[in-house]
């Protein structure tokens, strides 16, 4: 079979190898592709690879030979699933692979504005504030602990899970708005209604896929029930905060911080209003990047290609 990888280049920009794949078959594999020239890349192909490239309904009438899409992450809203289904097209993704490293960016981002390691560390190299301090220590922004803390995690499936984990360690009171029942959660975990976690918690974390239910989950509304020295964290799916309201509410001192590893237009436009807020970390989508992710994110999809070649696909999601 001939296989096409549409932009290999973000899970693979050069630590690890294609071999596996390529031992599969015919193997094309471009850093990037245009939408302009996807179906002059995959017209012959029978199996295609992509992490980013949209495939739309009209894709598929010019794709006869098309039987298989593997997408290389584990959101799949890229694909018209449906009209991939109606074409015979199996599509599948890659679930579960970073996990532990967006849970590990989650936290990142609530170290960074809880104790500010980056400011510090720039501050006294560039600034020379730490020797010009008449005192031992030298401080200029709150320190703050996480014992004690609230945090509500929203969506509790793997990443959201492993999120709360951490907090526990970290001896956090957990709250969680999720579709479990009280019966599948652990002890430690607390069941609560989506505005009620957003009035009681100190740090407030996205771990839910993005849906007409999610897109802007987080909005005006919901910011105005948050205390103000609250903060909220996004490793999820950029539209599932609006920008302009999260914005709003950072510059008035609504709500203290935000850490964000994803937008709503990535990369994003210079007139993101996230881009200038006040107190706004923002990552650039790479909670799921580490080394570590990506080594499971290609073992996961060569293993996918396999089962499909072999007749019993896995991880499929139409």
């Not at 029942?181 to 976690?197: A, G, N």
């Amino acid at each position: 079979m001939k296989i096409v990888v549409l932009d290999g280049y973000a899970g693979n920009p050069g630590d690890l190898s294609w071999d596996a794949l390529k031992a599969l078959g015919e193997c094309t594999i471009y850093d990037r592709t245009a939408p302009a020239d996807l179906i002059s890349r995959v017209q012959d192909a029978d199996i295609v690879l992509t992490n980013k490239v949209c495939f739309k309904a009209e894709h598929f009438d010019l794709l006869p030979k098309l039987k298989y899409i593997g997408v290389i992450a584990t959101g799949f809203n890229i694909i018209d699933c449906e009209a991939a289904k109606a074409h015979g097209v199996v599509v599948t993704n890659i679930p579960a692979y970073s996990t532990n490293s967006v849970a590990q960016m989650a936290f990142a981002h609530i170290l960074n504005i809880y104790n500010r390691v980056g400011h510090y560390a720039t501050a006294i190299t560039s600034e020379d504030s730490w020797v010009k301090s008449e005192d031992f220590c030298y401080m200029d922004t709150p320190q703050i602990e996480l014992w004690g803390k609230k945090i509500g995690i929203v969506g509790l499936g793997n990443t959201g899970s492993a999120t709360a984990r951490i907090a526990i360690g970290f001896g956090m009171e957990v709250l969680a708005y999720t579709s479990k029942s009280d019966f599948q959660l652990p002890p430690e975990i607390k069941k609560v209604e989506l505005e009620d976690l957003f009035r009681q918690c100190d740090i407030i974390s996205l771990h839910c896929p993005l849906t007409p239910t999610t897109k802007n989950l987080v909005n005006a509304e919901r910011l105005k029930l948050m205390k103000p020295n609250a903060i909220i964290i996004n490793t999820s799916r950029g539209p599932v905060v609006n920008a302009q309201d999260l914005a709003d509410a950072l510059n008035s001192g609504q709500i203290m911080a935000a850490g964000m590893d994803v937008l709503e237009t990535e990369p994003p436009k210079a007139d993101n209003p996230l881009l200038k807020a006040r107190n706004c970390y923002i990552t650039p989508h790479i909670a799921w990047a580490t080394y570590e992710a990506r080594v499971r994110l290609m073992d996961i999809l060569v293993g996918n290609v396999k089962a499909f070649m072999e007749g019993k696909p896995v991880n499929v999601v139409n």
